[in-house]
Nanobody, 128 residues
């Protein structure tokens, strides 16, 4: 059974950092493009960052560029999202997803054409 489990969310003050983890079971993460998405109440889901399976290239939404870093540890079958300088507008439920790579990593993240396996999400709250 293919499963993704996110962890690492929580309450953090503005300007602080969090690292989210996305652990896979039942399949090998590096065979798929992995994306981090977020959804805040009343807003559409947004592709935050994705990492390509073929060449490890990455995509970041403009809103997080320079603050967030996506990485993959193949030995642990886990993808991470390091989030620095968090802002209140980063607060959302964060999901990771795995999809077959059929286009550029940017298009994968923006269009979500093949993300079929999703985790249950982890809440990130940014507040003083």
């Amino acid at each position: 059974q293919l499963q993704l489990v996110e962890s690492g969310g929580g309450l953090v003050q503005p300007g602080r950092s969090l690292t989210l983890s996305c652990a896979a079971s039942g399949f090998t993460l590096d065979h798929y493009t992995i994306g981090w998405f977020r959804q805040a109440p009343g807003k559409e889901r947004e592709g935050v960052s994705c990492i390509s399976s073929s060449d490890g290239s990455t995509y970041y939404a403009d809103s997080v560029k320079g603050r967030f870093t996506i990485s993959r540890d193949n030995a642990k079958n886990t993808v991470y999202l390091q989030m620095n300088s968090l802002k209140p507008e980063d607060a959302a439920v964060y999901f990771c997803a795995a999809g077959a790579e059929i286009t550029t990593v940017r298009a994968m993240c923006v269009m979500e054409p093949t993300f079929a396996s999703w985790g249950q999400g982890t809440q990130v709250t940014v507040s003083s």
